[in-house]
């Protein structure tokens, strides 16, 4: 059956001009045509649906998240000892939930085993609700390091490569290495480097000859250098840290927009001003280094880390409203949430835009999103691969305060600092 989707206003493509009277026409999980209604054939026969006040655009993507977690303060240095079933049930809730958000496709960026890949699979073949998902498992990380719980542990560059190759047969999408240590893992030390240049590379390029991406979870300075001398393709976090606070570092960005490496910088609601507890730095060092990486020129790209201790997945908009915050303009924040995401995760000819022959990933949201970002907390409804999903309301941004302390000496443990 063939629906065409008629609003008043269309938005194709983050970068396209705003199409007054509007329409998308869906055939099953594809599109066939987005246009000016008065433009567009409507095949016979179809369903047409009318709607009010409403901005069609591209579904919206998360380039990290961790579905096996569930917004609790969980440490991912021990608390993943959760039954498989149990873990498995988490994760179809995590997937609807994105939904809600309006996220049609999302990285699932650390997960112990093989869980994320039976969740992708039941996922595509709509044997429960969510976004197209891409897969990582197991973050490779050395003996102790950032996440070792999920079962990844590689600590020369031959362990590296192993791990690399039992990815790419676990079914893995893109590879996860931790160039730096994580808050969310005591002791792990978050501006290390873990691995050296030589390590990186092993996996980077045996991963590339697997046909597989390679992101990096990288928060210090080093670490990022050391990724970018590797040849990864992104980087989550890049929240350019030292031992002594935050330092953005020109050159080593400048080697990023040369090399075309997306940044994710996972900015969530823990980032919002109350209760803001990012542990990276300083709110206004956080921003600041947002909009210098902005200026540079890098790919920004929407991923929220979704998962970790009081970051809903359902709270997507938030991270957008932080990249609106620090000087993105609303289209540059529609862009890195859709096409270059969609481009950053390779699917750029599979979702990111509304055109003929593109999945049918379609966000309805009231107002005018490229004028007032705030919209993108409100969906309607969104099509993921067709199928439409209307959007529960979201929530309350944060938990009560005795949570968000908690998570604090998490953060504050990780860090070393306890
Ligand atoms: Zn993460």
Redesign the pocket.
């Known amino acids: 059956m063939v629906t065409v989707f008629r609003a008043p206003r269309l938005l194709t493509h983050a970068d396209a001009p705003l199409v007054d009277d509007g329409a998308v026409v869906v055939d099953g999980e594809r599109i066939v045509a987005a246009g000016a209604w008065s433009e567009i054939e409507v095949p016979a026969p179809a369903q047409v649906r009318e709607l009010d006040d409403v901005t069609l655009l591209p579904g919206l993507v998360d380039a990290?998240?961790?579905l096996a977690m569930d917004a609790e303060p969980t440490s991912?240095g021990t608390d993943l000892s959760r039954p498989d079933a149990e873990l498995a049930l988490v994760m179809a809730q995590s997937a609807r939930r994105l939904l809600d958000a309006g996220v049609t496709t999302a990285r699932d960026?650390?997960c112990p085993g093989t869980l994320s890949v039976a969740v992708r699979d039941a996922i595509a073949a709509r044997r429960i609700p969510g976004p197209r998902m891409l897969v990582a498992n197991a973050p490779i990380t050395v003996t102790g390091g950032h996440?070792w719980a999920m079962g990844g542990e590689a600590d020369t560059a031959e362990d590296v490569v192993r791990q690399v190759r039992l990815r790419a047969k676990e079914g893995a999408d893109l590879v996860k290495i931790m160039t730096t240590g994580?808050f969310m893992t005591a002791g792990s030390r978050p501006w290390h480097a873990r691995y050296t240049v030589e390590h990186l590379s092993a996996g980077v390029d045996e991963a590339h000859r697997l046909g597989m991406r390679v992101t990096t979870?990288a928060l210090g300075v080093e670490g990022i250098a050391r990724a970018v001398a590797a040849g990864v393709d992104s980087i989550?976090?890049c929240a350019w840290l030292t031992e002594t606070g935050s330092r953005f570092d020109p050159a080593v960005a400048a080697r990023m927009v040369a090399a075309g490496i997306a940044v994710c910088p996972?900015m969530n609601t823990a980032c919002l001003p109350e209760p803001y507890f990012c542990p990276w730095d300083s709110r206004a060092a956080v921003l600041d280094n947002l909009r210098a990486m902005h200026a540079a020129g890098l790919e920004i790209i929407a991923g929220t880390?979704a998962?970790?201790g009081m970051v809903p997945f359902q709270r997507y908009a938030d991270g957008l409203d932080i990249l609106g915050e620090a000087g993105m303009s609303p289209r540059q924040v529609l862009a890195a949430a859709t096409a270059k995401a969609a481009r950053a995760c390779g699917l750029a000819s599979v979702t990111g835009t509304l055109a003929p022959g593109m999945a049918a990933d379609v966000l309805a949201v009231p107002g005018d999103p490229t004028e007032d970002l705030s919209v993108l907390h409100r969906p309607l409804f969104v099509l993921a691969r067709g199928d439409e999903h209307a959007c529960a309301p979201a929530g309350e941004p944060t938990g009560d305060a005795a949570t968000a302390e908690r998570i604090r000496a998490t953060l504050t443990a990780g860090a070393g600092r306890a």
């Open positions: 990290h998240v961790h991912t960026l650390g996440a994580g979870h989550e976090h996972t880390d998962g970790i």
